[in-house]
């Protein structure tokens, strides 16, 4: 099912099940339980993980919400119950505008999940997103891959990532896959998966979610250790055991991956369906292309605008960088209109090139760059 809606559609994966299909990831059982986001912090709480203050329970209704705000203390974080990919989360500063983000958040959640249920955690600032990719087969032997960072995200939805993470020293890159580990066996999970963290100024981290699927940038991780993923996961949902030890993983080189999505960076990023008309992929060791486009394709409005993934391979991240800058300024995709331009100004940026970076990048970059236009 990849990693799109139906990889985590609990009901999907029944009735495969009731269907005698093989699903290729976890029981729906599992895919359920960590769903509902708040199952998944209570089990998380229970297995020792540090976990972000907030709800163990979801809110009901405006007035609940509101005072569990309080108990907590802005700035909060509005999370949809069976949220992913960025949908049915809001941040807020403050009670006057409570109310409003809480409706905003709760009708996102509603039109993306056709679920409004909503619960509060506290809004950790500045932080970076860290996640570290699981593998585990159904008996018992589970092992992490080491991690991806992936604060470079606009509007929860993630625009770069790469591994091994800059900020991240081997010493807490092991107490955190450990934690990792740890999670995945308390969830009693299988197949691939991934264990987010927040990871706060100070260097201490906390569980946020557990994603029951193959994520959009799984190929970076692919890229450092060598292991085919998806080759993996078929192989564990045929019942075999994993090919891999944890003592056999080790990480080398480092890999980035910027997302190409069809918008207008223009004019607030609104999608841009259309006909492609010109196709030309950057290729060369160390060079991936994860995309179905071809000139003549029709992109529709239908869907998540990513249209292609750009990956890259080197030894260090100084080097990667240089050939990731190599390989933009070598793509060429016509006919709509698209970020690519954006994103390498991105890497371009003094704070990415340093390493200096946290889920709120964007945003000042933002600011950054208009400034700088204003200017102009």
């Given at each position: 099912p990849g990693y799109g809606f139906l990889s985590e559609n609990a009901d999907f994966a029944r009735r495969c099940e009731e269907e005698g299909v093989i699903f290729i990831g976890p029981s729906a059982?599992?895919?359920?339980?960590?769903?509902?986001?708040?199952?998944?912090?209570?089990?998380?709480?229970?297995?020792?993980?540090?976990?972000?203050?907030?709800?163990?329970?979801?809110?009901?209704?405006?007035?609940?919400?509101?005072?569990?705000?309080?108990?907590?203390?802005?700035?909060?974080?509005?999370?949809a119950?069976?949220?992913?990919?960025?949908?049915?989360?809001?941040?807020?500063?403050?009670?006057?505008?409570?109310?409003?983000?809480?409706?905003?958040?709760?009708?996102?959640?509603?039109?993306?999940?056709?679920?409004?249920?909503?619960?509060?955690?506290?809004?950790?600032?500045?932080?970076?997103?860290?996640?570290?990719?699981?593998l585990a087969d159904k008996y018992g032997n589970t092992i992490h891959l080491g991690e991806r960072d992936c604060s470079i995200q606009r509007r929860h939805q993630k625009?770069?990532?790469?591994?091994?993470?800059?900020?991240?020293?081997?010493?807490?890159?092991?107490?955190?896959?450990?934690?990792?580990?740890?999670?995945?066996?308390?969830?009693?999970?299988?197949?691939?998966?991934t264990i987010e963290f927040l990871r706060d100024k100070h260097g201490d981290f906390y569980f946020i979610e557990m994603n029951t699927r193959i994520q959009v940038e799984h190929p970076v991780t692919e890229w450092v250790t060598g292991i085919d993923l998806i080759r993996e996961q078929i192989r564990i949902a045929a019942g075999k055991h994993l090919t891999y030890t944890q003592e056999d993983v080790h990480v080398h080189g480092h890999a980035?991956?910027?997302?190409?999505?069809?918008?207008?960076?223009?004019?607030?990023?609104?999608?841009?369906?259309?006909?492609?008309t010109n196709v030309h992929f950057p290729g060369g060791k160390g060079v991936r292309i994860d995309s179905a486009l071809f000139a003549g394709y029709q992109i529709p409005p239908y869907y998540d605008s990513m249209i292609a993934k750009l990956i890259v391979y080197d030894?260090?991240?100084?080097?990667?960088?240089?050939?990731?800058?190599?390989?933009?300024?070598?793509?060429?995709?016509?006919?709509?209109?698209?970020?690519?331009?954006?994103?390498?100004?991105?890497i371009n940026d003094e704070d990415f090139i340093e390493g200096n970076v946290d889920t709120g990048f964007i945003e000042r970059f933002q600011k950054k760059h208009q400034s700088e236009n204003e200017v102009k």
């Amino acid at each position: 099912p990849g990693y799109g809606f139906l990889s985590e559609n609990a009901d999907f994966a029944r009735r495969c099940e009731e269907e005698g299909v093989i699903f290729i990831g976890p029981s729906a059982d599992i895919i359920a339980r960590m769903g509902i986001k708040t199952e998944a912090r209570k089990i998380m709480r229970e297995a020792g993980l540090p976990i972000v203050p907030g709800t163990e329970q979801p809110v009901q209704g405006i007035a609940e919400a509101k005072k569990v705000a309080a108990e907590v203390g802005y700035p909060i974080m509005l999370k949809a119950l069976a949220g992913g990919g960025g949908k049915g989360m809001r941040v807020c500063y403050n009670s006057e505008d409570f109310v409003h983000t809480f409706e905003t958040a709760k009708l996102e959640a509603e039109n993306a999940f056709g679920d409004g249920t909503m619960y509060i955690e506290k809004y950790i600032e500045d932080p970076r997103h860290i996640e570290f990719q699981i593998l585990a087969d159904k008996y018992g032997n589970t092992i992490h891959l080491g991690e991806r960072d992936c604060s470079i995200q606009r509007r929860h939805q993630k625009l770069i990532e790469e591994s091994p993470s800059p900020a991240i020293s081997d010493e807490q890159r092991k107490k955190m896959g450990e934690i990792a580990v740890k999670a995945a066996k308390a969830a009693e999970y299988y197949s691939a998966g991934t264990i987010e963290f927040l990871r706060d100024k100070h260097g201490d981290f906390y569980f946020i979610e557990m994603n029951t699927r193959i994520q959009v940038e799984h190929p970076v991780t692919e890229w450092v250790t060598g292991i085919d993923l998806i080759r993996e996961q078929i192989r564990i949902a045929a019942g075999k055991h994993l090919t891999y030890t944890q003592e056999d993983v080790h990480v080398h080189g480092h890999a980035i991956e910027v997302r190409i999505n069809a918008e207008d960076t223009e004019h607030d990023f609104r999608p841009s369906p259309g006909t492609v008309t010109n196709v030309h992929f950057p290729g060369g060791k160390g060079v991936r292309i994860d995309s179905a486009l071809f000139a003549g394709y029709q992109i529709p409005p239908y869907y998540d605008s990513m249209i292609a993934k750009l990956i890259v391979y080197d030894k260090n991240r100084k080097l990667a960088l240089r050939k990731l800058r190599n390989a933009l300024g070598e793509l060429v995709l016509e006919g709509v209109k698209t970020n690519i331009d954006y994103q390498y100004e991105i890497i371009n940026d003094e704070d990415f090139i340093e390493g200096n970076v946290d889920t709120g990048f964007i945003e000042r970059f933002q600011k950054k760059h208009q400034s700088e236009n204003e200017v102009k």
